[in-house]
């Protein structure tokens, strides 16, 4: 899966983890949405990739599809995969995809959350493009 994720991207490097918000989004949901402006470094709303043993080339080439446009996907009944252009970059997306699974379990117990759209998510890539925050950089812009 790795190998697949270096092959078909920009990637420096890639992180998968089984961390467990986003494990469990994944048993319940298709997609993470967009309820914080900080999804903007992963790309917009994360998929969750269907279900397939890991160990395969076809769990490989699911998590590819799930990341076009993305630099995070989520892998359902699994755990998540990010990349970057190094290993702090993916790991601290891993860690901001775990933080924006809890937010979005701790949302959706209240309630239905109200979405950001895409041109909220352009218009947070564009100041952060102004601002400098290389921290916020969507992934396609490293
Ligand atoms: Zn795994």
Known sequence: MHLAVYRSSLA???????????????TVF??????????AA?????????????????????????????????????GAITYGNSLTDAYERAQLLEWLADLYARAVALGTPRLLSPSDLADVTAEVRRRHYSSLTPVTEN
């Open 42 to 78: 992963l790309g917009g709303p994360v998929r969750v990739a269907p279900y397939i043993r890991f160990g395969g080339d076809a769990l490989a080439q699911l998590a590819v599809q799930a990341l076009e446009g993305r630099s995070a996907a989520i892998l359902q009944n699994h």
């Open 12 to 26: 420096r490097a890639v992180v998968h983890t089984h961390s467990p918000a986003v494990i469990a989004h994944s």
């Open 30 to 39: 298709d997609e993470l949405p967009a309820i914080h402006y900080a999804i």
